[in-house]
């Protein structure tokens, strides 16, 4: 469900994950900054995460929406709603 004021035929697709890459065994804390990435993928575009052998992605945060006007901009008719998220998004993500 998307919250309440977005239209569709506007909508844009906003992912934003930000996750542990390869890492096994580890807290997010005992980390060194350099293994946290983040990656962004606008409408009509995918991102492709993979990690070698049996290690994991671990997902911090996932948002599919448009909070602002600047993240895949469009043309001005696509940008006039900024408040448009699914809340479920991180749930729907951490089970894929």
């Known amino acids: 469900m998307v ?10 697709f906003l992912l ?3 996750f542990l890459q390869c890492t096994e065994g580890f807290s997010l ?9 983040r990656e962004l993928s606008c409408e009509g575009y995918s991102i492709d995460l993979r990690c070698p052998g049996s290690d994991v992605i671990m997902i911090e945060s996932a948002n599919y929406g448009r909070t602002d006007d600047k993240i895949c901009d469009a043309d001005p ?6 408040e448009c998220f699914l809340p479920d998004a991180y749930k729907i993500m951490t089970q894929r």
Not at 77 to 82: A, R
């Open 3 to 12: 919250s309440s004021g977005c239209r569709m035929q506007s909508f844009w």
């Open 16 to 18: 934003i994950i930000s």
């Open 29 to 37: 804390a005992a980390l060194p900054f350099g293994l946290v990435r």
């Open 77 to 82: 008719f696509q940008m006039e709603n900024t």
